[in-house]
């Protein structure tokens, strides 16, 4: 008897927005279960796609077979996938990608298309029987086969598919598949234990019987360990194993991420605050979706708030997910976590190698973990059953990816706790305007902690007015008298200081003393920075790298003026004006090799680090107690910054870096240098009065129609050549228009700003345009945007021009 066939919902892999019915073959049905991976046939080619469920849509005639299964087990639960779609509607996005952004990199395969020249190409070749074009590709497969990409590249040209199939139809050239990717694998290690059967060592080697012997003792070991007690091991064992003493095996091991092992730690006993906040918490925990906006100052405990409530959650039988900006702190956050729960920790980040992404990711979706810390991408972490999501640091422009699917890791843990019926806690010491007005209009609910532990008083801040310096030349210029000063007294106590600009190289602004012209990318309209310890200049948007002793490209001249400061530049002064302090530096420079972040951290902790100098990377919630100064050294840079947002983003940045003073016993002082001592961002920063910036920035915000009272989106217009990229960005100009004319709801509802040159007109060769559209909601928005997008594909997509959809957009430059 045969059982009715199975048909499948899938997504494939690829950017088509669709999801597609397959149907599964009999030898497959019971395995085709939802969240595995399959590979299936896609127009010529054989790609991986998700099973999302049973399909609803069935035309059996034209449905197409499921070829393989690709997993085991499921890499995800099906609680997910109603986030997946969420993901794929809001931000517009092809959901197999969505899915494949969400999922360890390296796992998926998909054919890739190879051409072979034939005999009778070669004939044609050499008889010039072929087109121009023909000609030209046959001359390109000649030496060797090429895949069909880079076919396409080689000649900047598209060619089209049916050029292809004609050429193979003349017999010309062959066109084979074959499947690649699927690098990402489990590790596997070769495992022995005892048999049983055979227990007589009498007459063994002594090797041999230490080999028993251990496996005695261990039940079964690896044999890479077994190795490091016997060194003869791998040889032997296989007799042993002749012998009937032993069996070898195979087993599925983990790649361990986690350095050193730690000490286990036991729970504060919470302040009157926090255990306020911890019981408001607990009570909306368990099945009813609710968020909460945890404002707390810096040092205020936060973090022991979110263990008791992470541990809460684990003993109703929930798993926690926990959101930290940067990888510095995911260190921070994984080590207390790991005090507390030990081995239920598991940890998700860029950091990790693709194949210890994976055992990480495969812990949770087994359930072998109940809590998992990560950056950004962790809110995809495959949990079944979520009590509660914790975003530290929720203010955080890191949460939010700029390339690819351009998601806010923040919105979306909001958004995943809504559909899991858990509960959201927002974390900050400066929460973001937005989540601050969505607890104004009752969105989100506001718990408090308005006071450091044991009562330490915040730092004390005192403004410095670097205007004062204008004509002071040399180092003093930007470590002022006072810094000096202070820097001197905290040394001499023995205490740690940290400075803070942010900016990284040696010189930002190298100018020609001859002509004045700024020294330039030649990619980009940025000027480069000098790199000292690299002996180069540096473009910080595309990478491009010239010899520090270039000469200037306009005059030719030698004498560059080295304007515009950075950190190396502070290091390398402040060791000078401290001979025997000890000097570190963190910012991107220093911290690309991997361990390399983590080294400077154990500094801070040991105190083998006196002074640390940095970028933003030092601003964010780390916890050093004995850092009792901070010195900001320009408070000005992110003020200038040509986004509506710049007023917020220098408050939090100060705020945050202020309050890495004075975390333990010892009282923090900072000091902050400004060209803008009367700016109100600085002022409220200085006083450290989030409800004071709220107030100011609310207003104005509301005034010119920006968000949190309107959403945003942007289209982003790049292309390599300067007269076809702005033609199109006038072309969709237009387009978005004509749509608002000609629909009565867009009229009041939409406002179209641009086409306009981006602030930065070109990157990497690339020139750039934007149109933003803003909304009253997102509802107008997104029919608006599926307007241009999906009925008017034609107009969107030209080639050579590139076109994107930022939803929420952070970034406007
Ligand atoms: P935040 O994240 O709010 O900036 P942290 O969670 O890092 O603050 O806490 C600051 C310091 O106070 C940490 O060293 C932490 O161990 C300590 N701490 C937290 N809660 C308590 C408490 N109830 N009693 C004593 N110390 C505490
Ligand atoms: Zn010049
Ligand atoms: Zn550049």
């Known amino acids: 008897m045969t059982s009715p066939p199975i048909y499948i919902e899938v997504a494939i892999a690829l950017p088509v927005h669709n999801t597609y019915t397959y149907s599964v073959p009999e030898d497959l049905s019971t395995l085709a279960t939802t969240g595995k991976r399959v590979l299936v046939p896609f127009g010529r080619r054989r790609v991986t796609g998700y099973i999302l469920g049973p399909s609803k849509e069935i035309h059996p005639e034209e449905i197409k077979k499921v070829l393989d299964i690709l997993d085991e087990a499921s890499l995800f639960p099906s609680s997910m996938i109603p986030f997946f779609r969420w993901i794929a509607a809001y931000y517009m996005y092809p959901i197999g990608d969505v899915i494949k952004c969400a999922l360890p990199g390296g796992l998926n395969v ?77 590790k596997v290690e070769r495992y022995v234990t005892l048999t049983g059967s055979n227990m007589s060592v009498h007459g063994l080697s002594d090797s041999r019987k230490k080999i028993i012997e251990i496996i005695e003792g261990e039940g079964e070991i690896s044999v890479r360990k077994l190795k490091a007690r016997v060194p003869s091991a791998p040889n032997l064992i296989k007799h042993l194993e002749t012998d009937g003493f032993i069996s070898i095996f195979h087993k599925r ?120 810390i990560g950056a950004r991408s962790a809110v995809f972490a495959p949990f079944k059953n979520i009590g509660i999501i914790i975003v530290d640091e929720e203010h955080d422009t890191s949460y939010k990816q700029d390339s690819g699917l351009r998601y806010n890791a923040r919105d979306l843990a909001v958004v995943r706790a809504k559909l899991q019926n858990g509960v959201a806690l927002l974390g900050s010491a400066t929460p973001s305007l937005q989540s601050y007005y969505n607890v104004k209009i009752n969105k989100f609910k506001e718990v408090t902690l308005k006071n450091r532990v044991e009562k330490r008083p915040l730092p004390e801040i005192t403004m410095v007015d670097l205007r004062k310096n204008r004509d002071v030349r040399g180092i003093q210029r930007f470590i002022t008298p006072e810094l000096h000063e202070a820097m001197k007294t905290t040394l001499a106590h023995g205490k740690q200081v940290l400075l803070f600009l942010n900016r990284r190289g040696f010189a930002s602004y190298p100018v020609c003393s001859a002509c004045g012209e700024a020294i330039q990318c030649k990619n980009c309209d940025i000027s480069l920075t000098l790199h000292q310890t690299a002996n180069a200049y540096k ?91 901070v010195g900001i050294i320009c408070a000005d840079l992110s003020l200038n910054f040509p986004d509506f947002r710049a007023s917020e983003r220098t408050f939090q940045l100060l705020a945050q870096v202020a309050g890495r003073a004075g975390r333990g016993a010892v009282p923090g002082k900072v000091i902050l240098q400004t060209y803008n001592p009367d700016h109100s961002s600085i002022l409220h920063a200085t006083a450290q009065d989030f409800q004071a910036l709220y107030n100011d920035e609310i207003g104005f915000r509301k005034n010119l129609n920006y968000p949190p009272f309107s959403r945003m989106v942007q289209l982003k217009i790049s292309g390599k050549n300067k007269e076809k990229t702005r033609n199109h960005a006038q072309a969709l100009g237009d387009l978005c228009f004509n749509l608002k004319r000609n629909d009565r709801s867009f009229l009041r509802s939409l406002e179209i700003l641009g086409p306009i040159e981006s602030p930065i007109p070109k990157i990497a060769k690339h020139y750039r345009w934007q149109i933003l559209l803003k909304g009253k909601n997102v509802k107008p928005l997104h029919r608006f945007l599926h307007k241009i997008w999906f009925e008017n594909r034609a107009a969107i997509h030209k080639p050579g021009v590139q076109v994107v959809l930022d939803v929420d957009p952070f970034f406007m430059t």
């Open 110 to 186: 998909c054919d890739d298309h190879i051409v072979t020249i034939k005999a009778k190409g070669e004939g044609a070749l050499v008889k010039n029987l072929a087109t121009p074009l023909e000609s030209k590709i046959l001359n390109l497969l000649t030496p060797a086969p090429c895949r069909l990409k880079e076919l396409r590249k080689k000649l900047h040209k598209q060619i089209p598919n049916s050029l292809i199939y004609a050429m193979e139809g003349q017999g010309l050239i062959e066109h084979t598949c074959k499947l690649k990717g699927g690098t990402t694998k489990p």
């Open 253 to 372: 091991v983990y790649r361990d991420p986690f350095g050193e092992t730690i000490n286990s730690d036991i729970p504060h006993n919470l302040t009157q605050e926090q255990a306020t906040v911890v019981s408001t918490v607990m009570a909306s925990m368990g099945g009813k979706f609710s968020t909460y906006l945890l404002t707390g100052v810096t040092g205020s405990g936060k973090t022991e708030v979110y263990m008791q409530l992470a541990a809460k959650a684990i003993k109703d039988g929930y798993s926690v997910l926990i959101l930290v900006p940067e990888i510095a702190l995911i260190s921070q956050m994984e080590r207390r976590f790991r005090a507390r729960f030990g081995e239920r920790v598991a940890v998700l980040h860029s950091a990790l190698s693709p194949g210890e992404r994976y055992d990480q990711w495969t812990r949770i979706v087994r359930g072998e973990v109940a809590i998992a």
């Open 539 to 629: 473009c910080h948007y595309c990478g491009f790298t010239r010899a520090a002793v270039s000469n200037c490209k306009t005059c030719g001249s030698s004498k560059i003026r080295l304007l515009g400061l950075g950190t190396e530049k502070v290091e390398s002064t402040v060791k000078t004006l401290f001979p025997d302090a000890a000097v570190a530096r963190m910012d991107r420079d220093t911290t690309r090799r991997k361990g390399s972040m983590i080294k400077i951290l154990k500094g801070l902790r040991n105190q083998t680090i006196d002074i640390l100098v940095g970028t933003q990377m030092v601003a964010k919630g780390h916890d050093y107690p004995n850092i009792t100064l």
